[in-house]
């Protein structure tokens, strides 16, 4: 049981959170051979158009959009199973670095958001 929010407000950030997976799981497979799992990453597959020469240069283009979007997808797909679980657990909604509560806005914008604003500004700073 989560104390800190309303259980309407798990329900609804669950079905967000949900639908944030399915999203990136399909994204991922049109990027990627394998399909994700949880502690696992996909890596993007290496694009087929052709043996010329400028089938070979598109190829590259497409397979460095694939690998930097690969890279977000396996953040977020990592971030969504962790807040899932964090509902589970009853921590819903706390920051991975200070446990201080995160804003409910915040939560409303991004739900699998696994820092409170202070320490996200901090992470970018670094
Ligand atoms: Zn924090």
Excluded: W
Excluded at 13 to 27: G, H, Q, S, Y
Excluded at 38 to 49: L, M
Excluded at 93 to 108: F, H, V, W
């Amino acid at each position: 049981m989560n104390k800190n929010f309303s259980p309407e407000f798990i329900e609804a950030r669950k079905k967000d959170l949900l639908k944030i997976k399915k999203r990136v799981e399909d994204e991922i497979s049109h990027i990627s051979d394998c399909s994700l799992k949880k502690d696992e990453e996909c890596q993007a597959k290496f694009p087929n158009y052709g043996d010329k020469e400028e089938d070979n240069a598109t190829e590259v283009g497409v397979y460095e959009d694939y690998t930097s979007l690969e890279t977000s997808l396996n953040k977020l797909f990592k971030e969504v199973n962790t807040a899932l679980e964090k509902i589970e657990n009853g921590n819903y909604g706390k920051c991975n670095n200070c446990s201080k509560l995160i804003a409910k806005k915040r939560l409303e914008a991004f739900p699998a958001a696994p820092l409170c604003i202070d320490c996200e500004r901090k992470e970018e700073k670094k």
